[in-house]
């Protein structure tokens, strides 16, 4: 029997220690950029040396890819949970809904992240982007879905991600921008 995707999630957890650099790392990236940001600086933000921050990875890349899949890892939890749900339209509710919550509870922290080249580079020859974002589509388009519909989940998704950080709306507070978003996103997926 194949390991569940939770199950062999759970055995790729990072140490606390690397938890503590990701967290201060995506931290220093959300005010600095990632091309900013220093390994000192993050070291710095955890009151480490850098050597100690060395000694969890060895280059910035692979904090970079070490944040990056962790926030990949909440998106996967957000699909392993909708994925649960017996009913189609049920699991694709929880979906939208659970994908703006987390859009929104981290959109400080993300802004930088989603939108720096250097991310972008890293993972351009990594599928597992690729492999979230046809299980989202499959659960947003239903399960029909075929290739073409991916576009339509990716620009949803980064309309969603572009709203959060949006300067016109950074200020709105969460609860309301949450409400927006959901009624829009479902205006989005209605079918023509």
């Known amino acids: 029997m194949a390991p569940s995707r939770t199950t062999s999630r759970q055995q790729n957890q990072p140490s606390a220690a690397q938890t503590r650099i ?5 931290r220093e990236f959300a ?11 993050i070291a710095d933000a955890i009151g480490v040396t850098k050597a100690a921050v060395y000694h969890q990875y060895r280059t910035k890349d692979e904090i970079v890819r070490a944040v990056a899949r962790a926030e990949l890892d909440r998106v996967e939890t957000v699909l392993d949970v909708a994925e649960s749900e017996v009913d189609g339209d049920r699991a694709r509710g ?38 979230v974002v ?9 399960p029909g879905a075929g290739p073409d519909t991916e576009i339509a989940t990716v620009m949803l998704t980064a309309a969603i ?3 959060v ?4 709306v950074i200020r709105r507070d969460d609860e309301t921008l949450r409400t927006q978003l959901r009624t829009l ?8």
């Open 22 to 26: 990701i967290e201060a790392a995506l």
């Open 31 to 41: 005010k600095n950029g990632v091309g900013g940001t220093s390994l000192q600086m």
């Open 94 to 131: 929880a979906a939208l809904t659970m994908i703006i919550d987390l859009a929104v509870e981290r959109r400080r922290e993300n802004s930088t992240i989603l939108t720096d080249p250097l991310v972008g580079r890293l993972f351009a020859r990594d599928q597992r982007p690729v492999k």
């Open 134 to 142: 046809q299980r989202l589509n499959r659960l947003l388009m239903g």
């Open 161 to 163: 991600s572009g709203a």
């Open 165 to 168: 950080m949006h300067p016109m």
């Open 185 to 192: 996103a479902e205006r989005f997926l209605e079918p023509r």
